[in-house]
């Protein structure tokens, strides 16, 4: 099984360059999100999806749009990007939050972006 | 809004402490509760989680967790710690109404051989 797919593991962007990164998932997961870690500030949430065409904002989605447009995919895209916005990018997807047999994120591998 | 404290930021136990990690939420609705475990280079993967029932939950490698609904608390703890316990733990929070899933700040525990 592939799970959750990020890419690109690692990226260096410059101030004001766009870009996107690619998330997949194959477990036919209705919940996907992105968050991004910074030390000392846990896990926050960017932006988040229930289901194929429907997003939400998270705590920090300033700077950064979402699509899902298949059940599959969530790309997140920096659209101009700013050195705050260096940092650990992770994707993750759940069977259902609201149920008891869902619930359980499964994690990309994360994708290091710095901005200069 | 919805909201995530953990109140300790970096712990630091010998071998066979005890462990309590404080969790808190802030939500009036029905939420479900996590605490994941990111051990040093790898990803967050679930220890345990809580939806209904019994409010005294158990999770993987010996930790468990009480949810105390009054209190607004969902702490972890593990009886005996051991030194392969040393990562970083996350308490988060969703909700049926909101949809989404919010993370504590993180507590970083090291365990002393």
């Known amino acids: 099984n592939a799970g959750v797919t990020q890419t690109p593991k690692f990226q260096v962007l410059k101030t004001g360059q766009s870009m996107t990164l690619q998330c997949a998932q194959d477990m036919n997961h209705e919940y996907m999100s992105w968050y991004r870690q910074d030390p000392g500030m846990g896990l926050r949430l960017i932006h988040y999806?229930?289901?194929?065409?429907?997003?939400d904002q998270g705590e920090v989605p300033n700077g950064y749009n979402v699509s899902r447009s298949t059940t599959e995919d969530f790309p997140l895209r920096l659209l101009s990007a700013a050195p705050s916005q260096t940092s650990v990018y992770f994707c993750a997807s759940s069977y259902s939050l609201g149920q008891p047999n869902g619930g359980e994120l499964f994690f990309g591998e994360g994708s290091r972006l710095t901005v200069l | 809004a919805q909201s995530v404290s953990q109140h300790n930021h970096h712990v630091i136990l010998s071998e066979a402490a005890s462990l309590e990690l404080g969790c808190n939420y802030s939500?009036?609705?029905?939420?479900?509760l996590f605490w994941y475990v990111q051990y040093p280079g790898q990803h967050l993967q679930l220890l345990l989680k809580y939806f209904s029932g019994d409010p005294l939950v158990k999770g993987i490698k010996g930790f468990e967790a009480e949810f105390i609904k009054s209190k607004f608390s969902f702490n972890l703890r593990k009886p005996s710690v051991q030194w392969s316990d040393t990562a970083e733990y996350f308490c988060a929070v969703s909700s049926s109404n909101t949809g989404k899933l919010i993370f504590g700040q993180g507590t970083t525990l090291q365990v002393k051989p």
């Open positions: 999806s229930v289901g194929a065409g429907i997003t």
């Open positions: 939500y009036g609705g029905t939420v479900n």
